[in-house]
């Protein structure tokens, strides 16, 4: 099993940036590493669907984002530290949500359903 655990979320103002966190843990990385997964970032507003951000292939060399943060994001991800960020630029209020962090063995998705692991999330609150 893999344990996924968002941190950097925070109260910020129209404008702001925020690089959001996932760490990753578990014993089954003795056998399958982190690179196994194709890593994720979901959010969901209060009352509204959980909808895509990005994602991030198993080592980084393709990524996705959804064209509403085309540009202004960036996912990446640090294998060695089993870990994956969400650089989140230029943020705007619509923005609030939790953010969540997702991975799946293989490949990219853009689909929250493909992704078996999950964090808890973050919270990102954008002001004005």
């Known amino acids: 099993q893999v344990q996924l655990v968002e941190s950097g979320g925070g109260l910020v103002q129209a404008g702001d940036s925020l690089r959001l966190s996932c760490a990753a843990s578990?014993?089954?990385?003795?056998?399958?590493?982190?690179?196994?997964?194709?890593m994720g970032w979901f959010r969901q507003a209060p009352g509204k669907e959980r909808e895509f951000v990005a994602a991030v292939s198993r080592f980084g060399g393709t990524t996705d984002y959804a064209d509403s943060v085309k540009d202004r994001f960036t996912i990446s991800r640090d294998n060695a530290e089993n870990t994956v960020y969400l650089q989140m630029n230029s943020l705007k209020p619509e923005e609030t949500a939790i953010y969540y962090c997702a991975g799946r063995p293989g490949s990219v998705s853009v689909l929250s359903d493909d992704y078996g692991y999950w964090g808890q999330g973050t919270r990102v609150t954008v002001s004005s």
């Open positions: 578990g014993r089954t990385f003795s056998t399958y590493p982190f690179s196994t997964y194709a």
